[in-house]
């Protein structure tokens, strides 16, 4: 692949995640972001596959499109309660892909405090 391939690759993927964040229903991301507090208080490493589980877990129903998952895991950060750390080998069943990002809570408390 070239390196121009690469950044209409990238560029594609940012317009994508964008737009999957902004369709996604306000009522479900108020959803999403309380039940991400909870998670990131006692998950201080974790990939997006595990954050959509537990959401799943706490009763979420299934956003519009399959992409705002990821989406809404990247918009963690602009909230600055994650950062980047690096790629990983998922860690769940139902993603397709060999690497996914790895992310570090910056509002961990521990696995012991309740949120």
Known sequence: ?????????????????????????????KMYYDNALKFLNKNKFFDGGQLCAFCREQGMPEPHHHNVWGAMVVSLRKRGWTEKVGMMVPTTMHTHINYVCQWKSKIYKGKNNEA
């Open 1 to 29: 692949m070239t390196q121009e391939e690469l950044f209409d690759r990238e560029e594609f993927i940012k317009t994508e995640i964008t737009r999957s964040y902004v369709a996604a229903d306000d009522d479900w991301k």
